[in-house]
């Protein structure tokens, strides 16, 4: 009898342990998954702030290059709404709060200074020189906060932990609210990034208008490809039907080239590659000269370089039509050049064969005109006539006024039928070169 209450014992004993063992191994799956839960809340939440404070630096920049009234609501309502994110995502994080209180404070100020001015616009009033004066100090205070902030995100470890940092019992004296919070004192500019030059993200009309109305066989493309990739083997891979329907084909020679070729047409639509180059041998102007000669072989006339990129042994380079002083960004073909093999290794020009017709510039308002609607802030260094894409669908015929303000550049267009500003884009430095946004 003692023996079976023994065993009965044991086996109770053995069961209770296997329970408590679950419900251990499951809170700590459970603690874990809170822990990691959090964890990513935190990171989003941060990495949202560095957001909202480097669109918040771009937009403010721009509030001194524009006096059209469209454009000042539409940055205004932008730095308002922007600020406004910023501070509910500083809001999630674990800081202390009276340490980032100088941040808030600032972004607070934006938020309902922003906001007082666009109740101004639609009043019908433009900012004005005292408003852009104060408008000017709040920028010069989220550049410094923007330098910080980037600076303290590109010293994190990449298994960087916040809830490592954190010590909710003391946050005066966590390691990442400190940090956080040292973040606030130096005044170096980290610019933020996006486009790769103007109208590089040109809308593409439904039509496609810019191919010559005729079929071409497999053996004249090949033809013609023989022609402009010489010394290159060329094996055709197939057909692919898109927007466009193209022959493929694999180009090996020092490089292997993927080609895309329109049957309508026979334009060449794509080349995919990766530079393999050690050495730069061409120089920034000869990879330009190169872009633009390849342009020409391959039946593009008066194609000249808009905006280039230079990053490592690849140059990247816009390519528009340029025709009697008209730049026609509609047609922008994109280029890359491997400076070290001396050849063109990417081609993209979807946009051209889209959109490339003849057309005319149109103007009902003189070019000096346009240039007394800019700010008196800006300097203005170049000034050109362009045929752009709307923002929307179809095109317009604008001037285009390269500025200059304290260290920053801008492109601004100006409809030359409205006199009304309808672009505006800002040159953005990056270690990769400069970009637009």
């Given at each position: 009898?003692?023996?079976?209450?023994?065993?009965?014992?044991?086996?109770?004993?053995?069961?209770?342990?296997?329970?408590?063992?679950?419900?251990?191994?499951?809170?700590?799956?459970?603690?874990?998954?809170?822990?990691?839960?959090?964890?990513?809340?935190?990171?989003?939440?941060?990495?949202?702030?560095?957001?909202?404070?480097?669109?918040?630096?771009?937009?403010?920049?721009?509030?001194?290059?524009t006096?059209?009234?469209?454009?000042?609501?539409?940055?205004?309502?932008?730095?308002?709404?922007?600020s406004?994110?910023?501070?509910?995502?500083l809001?999630?994080?674990?800081?202390?709060?009276?340490?980032?209180?100088?941040?808030?404070?600032?972004?607070?100020?934006?938020?309902?200074?922003?906001?007082?001015?666009?109740?101004?616009?639609?009043?019908?009033?433009?900012?004005?020189?005292?408003?852009?004066?104060?408008?000017?100090?709040?920028?010069?205070?989220?550049?410094?906060?923007?330098?910080?902030?980037?600076?303290?995100?590109?010293?994190?470890?990449?298994?960087?932990?916040?809830?490592?940092?954190?010590?909710f019992?003391?946050?005066?004296g966590?390691?990442?609210?400190?940090?956080?919070?040292?973040?606030?004192?130096?005044?170096?500019?980290?610019?933020?990034?996006?486009?790769?030059?103007?109208?590089?993200?040109t809308?593409?009309?439904?039509?496609?208008?810019?191919?010559?109305?005729?079929?071409?066989?497999?053996?004249?493309?090949?033809?013609?490809?023989?022609?402009?990739?010489?010394?290159?083997?060329?094996?055709?891979?197939?057909?692919?039907?898109?927007?466009?329907?193209?022959?493929?084909?694999?180009?090996?020679?020092?490089?292997?080239?993927?080609?895309?070729?329109?049957?309508?047409?026979?334009?060449?639509?794509?080349?995919?590659?990766?530079?393999?180059?050690?050495?730069?041998?061409?120089?920034?102007?000869?990879?330009?000269?190169?872009?633009?000669?390849?342009?020409?072989?391959?039946?593009?006339?008066?194609?000249?370089?808009?905006?280039?990129?230079?990053?490592?042994?690849?140059?990247?380079?816009?390519?528009?039509?340029?025709?009697?002083?008209?730049?026609?960004?509609?047609?922008?073909?994109?280029?890359?050049?491997?400076?070290?093999?001396?050849?063109?290794?990417?081609?993209?020009?979807?946009?051209?064969?889209?959109?490339?017709?003849?057309?005319?510039f149109?103007?009902?308002?003189?070019?000096?005109?346009?240039?007394n609607?800019?700010?008196?802030?800006?300097?203005?260094?170049?000034?050109?006539?362009?045929?752009?894409?709307?923002?929307?669908?179809?095109?317009?015929?604008?001037?285009?006024?390269?500025?200059?303000?304290?260290?920053?550049?801008?492109?601004?267009?100006?409809?030359?039928?409205?006199?009304?500003?309808?672009?505006?884009?800002r040159?953005?430095?990056?270690?990769?070169?400069?970009?637009?946004?």
């Amino acid at each position: 009898m003692g023996n079976k209450a023994l065993a009965i014992s044991t086996a109770i004993l053995g069961a209770s342990s296997l329970v408590f063992m679950s419900l251990f191994i499951l809170f700590c799956v459970s603690s874990n998954t809170y822990k990691n839960q959090l964890e990513n809340n935190y990171n989003k939440s941060f990495y949202e702030v560095v957001s909202n404070i480097n669109d918040l630096e771009v937009d403010m920049s721009k509030i001194v290059a524009t006096t059209s009234l469209d454009s000042q609501r539409e940055l205004l309502t932008n730095i308002n709404q922007t600020s406004l994110l910023a501070v509910s995502n500083l809001s999630n994080l674990p800081l202390n709060w009276n340490g980032v209180s100088g941040l808030n404070n600032i972004l607070n100020t934006t938020s309902g200074f922003s906001y007082s001015l666009l109740l101004d616009n639609y009043d019908g009033n433009v900012i004005s020189k005292d408003d852009f004066s104060q408008m000017s100090d709040l920028h010069t205070r989220i550049r410094e906060i923007q330098y910080d902030l980037n600076s303290y995100l590109s010293g994190l470890n990449f298994d960087y932990s916040i809830l490592d940092e954190v010590d909710f019992d003391d946050m005066e004296g966590s390691l990442y609210s400190a940090g956080l919070i040292n973040t606030e004192s130096s005044k170096t500019e980290v610019p933020s990034l996006i486009y790769d030059g103007p109208f590089s993200d040109t809308t593409l009309n439904k039509e496609i208008r810019g191919l010559e109305d005729r079929e071409y066989t497999l053996e004249e493309i090949e033809e013609k490809l023989h022609a402009i990739f010489s010394g290159f083997a060329i094996y055709y891979i197939g057909d692919s039907n898109g927007k466009f329907t193209t022959y493929n084909f694999d180009i090996k020679g020092n490089i292997d080239l993927y080609v895309s070729v329109t049957k309508k047409g026979a334009h060449l639509l794509t080349i995919t590659s990766y530079g393999t180059g050690k050495g730069n041998q061409l120089s920034l102007d000869e990879g330009i000269a190169l872009a633009e000669n390849f342009a020409k072989d391959v039946g593009l006339e008066n194609m000249y370089e808009v905006w280039h990129q230079h990053s490592g042994n690849i140059l990247y380079v816009n390519l528009a039509p340029i025709k009697n002083k008209v730049i026609y960004y509609s047609d922008l073909v994109k280029v890359k050049v491997d400076l070290s093999l001396g050849l063109v290794v990417g081609w993209e020009s979807s946009a051209y064969a889209t959109n490339h017709t003849d057309r005319n510039f149109t103007s009902s308002v003189g070019m000096i005109d346009a240039m007394n609607t800019l700010s008196p802030e800006l300097n203005i260094v170049e000034r050109n006539y362009c045929i752009i894409p709307d923002k929307f669908v179809g095109e317009i015929s604008a001037f285009e006024f390269i500025c200059k303000w304290k260290d920053y550049t801008y492109y601004i267009y100006i409809d030359s039928n409205t006199g009304k500003e309808v672009n505006i884009l800002r040159v953005i430095k990056t270690s990769n070169g400069d970009l637009l946004e």
